[in-house]
C-alpha cells in the first residue's frame, strides 16, 4: 500500500483496529488510549474526538499537539522495516505507533512502552 494510501484512511477506521490488537493479547483500549496520547500529546477528550471523526491518518499526526520527544528512542521492525531508518517523517510518526501498539500488545510493560526506562 503506498503511503498516500495509507496517508488518507480515517483515523476512525484505523483506531478500533489499534484497539482490538491489544484487547486481543488481555491489553486494554485505556492502555491503548494512554500510548497515543503519550505519542501525540493529544488530551483524551481530543483522541475521542478525533476517534469518532473524519480526520485523516495524515492530519491525526500533523495536528498532534506535541509529539513525545522521547519516541525517537522507539526501535524494532514494523512491516520488515526498521521504524528507526524509515525517512519518510510522517510514515515514521506512523510506524512508531504501530511499533508502540505491537509492544504493548506482546505483553510489555507501561514503562518500558512509555520509555520511561531504558526499553
Not at 11 to 38: C, G, H, M
Not at 90 to 107: C, F, H, S, T, V
Request: glycine share 4%.
Amino acid at each position: 500500500m503506498s503511503n498516500e494510501r495509507v496517508y488518507q484512511m480515517k483515523f476512525s477506521k484505523i483506531y478500533p483496529l489499534l484497539v482490538n490488537k491489544a484487547v486481543k493479547k488481555q491489553r486494554t483500549k485505556e492502555e491503548v488510549d494512554e500510548v497515543i496520547r503519550w505519542l501525540t500529546g493529544y488530551s483524551q477528550a481530543e483522541l475521542e474526538e478525533m476517534a469518532e471523526g473524519s480526520i485523516s491518518y495524515a492530519e491525526f499526526f500533523q495536528k498532534a499537539p506535541e509529539l513525545h520527544e522521547n519516541r525517537k528512542l522507539i526501535k524494532g521492525v514494523v512491516c520488515g522495516i526498521r521504524v528507526e531508518e524509515i525517512t519518510e517523517p510522517l510514515m515514521q510518526e506512523i510506524r512508531y505507533l504501530d511499533k508502540l501498539i505491537d509492544e504493548l500488545a506482546k505483553g510489555k510493560t507501561m514503562d518500558k512502552i512509555l520509555r520511561k526506562e531504558k526499553a
